[in-house]
């Protein structure tokens, strides 16, 4: 009971830390994105694009990563496709269709524990 409560304080402070130092260190007027930065960003949203390309026309399957940098396919389409979306609207990604999503959907859910909502691997 004690490491209970002693992972739920820390936690607590974790927190309440993080939240003061993001109040203490946000801009408080927003700044355009400087130059160099958004053609950064736009090259990176690029690789992600070319990533996800790749992946759909080796597996036929929207909405999927494959894991070569970071060992397994669902930490690969997390790392690239969270990003994508930050980036784009979904309907704007290369390969959007309403069926793309509506199989990706029923692909990932076949992954899916029902009831712990986990994936099995």
Do not use: C
């Amino acid at each position: 009971m004690n490491q209970m409560n002693d992972e739920a304080a820390g936690a607590a402070a974790k927190r309440t830390y993080a939240h003061w130092m993001l109040e203490t260190t946000r801009r408080r007027q927003p700044a355009d994105m400087p130059a160099w930065l958004k053609r950064s960003r736009e090259a990176y949203g690029r690789r992600l694009l070319a990533a996800a390309e790749a992946s759909f026309r080796e597996t036929g399957i929207w909405f999927l990563a494959r894991g070569a940098s970071r060992d397994k396919d669902e930490q690969e389409t997390v790392a690239v496709w969270v990003e994508l979306l930050n980036l784009f609207p979904l309907e704007s990604l290369p390969g959007y269709s309403e069926e793309n999503h509506r199989k990706a959907i029923a692909f990932w859910q076949s992954w899916q524990n029902r009831e712990t909502g986990r994936l099995y691997n």
